[in-house]
């Protein structure tokens, strides 16, 4: 069973940055995929982006592309997510999710089995 802990969401101003942080405890990431989710104030939780652990493939929203990147930390069986030039409209609860295998299209939340709690970003503008 995997569990996932987010951190490192906070309150930041308009053009700045942030890395949230999704650490694993159980069985170590070697196959998996793992992705991040936001989910705005009355909105659907929806994908940011996916990371095949195995391969290094990534997959990323065309809103974030070019402002986000996924990177992980084998030792420590961490993935981040380093946001830069964040927009008021990036402001939501960004949760990681975890599956045990790449796949073709891994995009809706059905998709991942494992969830964390989230970490709440907000964007000021």
């Known amino acids: 069973q995997v569990q996932l802990v987010e951190s490192g969401g906070g309150l930041v101003q308009t053009g700045g940055s942030l890395r949230l942080s999704c650490d694993a405890s159980?069985?170590?990431?070697?196959?998996?995929?793992v992705a991040w989710f936001r989910q705005a104030p009355g909105k659907e939780r929806e994908f940011v982006e996916r990371?095949?652990?195995?391969?290094?493939?990534?997959e990323y929203v065309d809103s974030v592309k070019g402002r986000f990147t996924i990177s992980r930390d084998h030792a420590k069986n961490t993935v981040y997510l380093r946001m830069n030039n964040l927009k008021p409209e990036n402001t939501a609860d960004y949760y990681c999710?975890?599956?045990?295998?790449?796949?073709?299209?891994?995009?809706?939340?059905?998709?991942?089995?494992?969830w964390g709690q989230g970490t709440q970003v907000t964007v000021s503008s």
């Open positions: 999710a975890a599956d045990q295998a790449w796949g073709t299209a891994q995009s809706a939340t059905r998709d991942f089995h494992y």
């Open positions: 990371f095949n652990w195995s391969g290094g493939d990534t």
């Open positions: 159980g069985p170590t990431f070697s196959r998996h995929v």
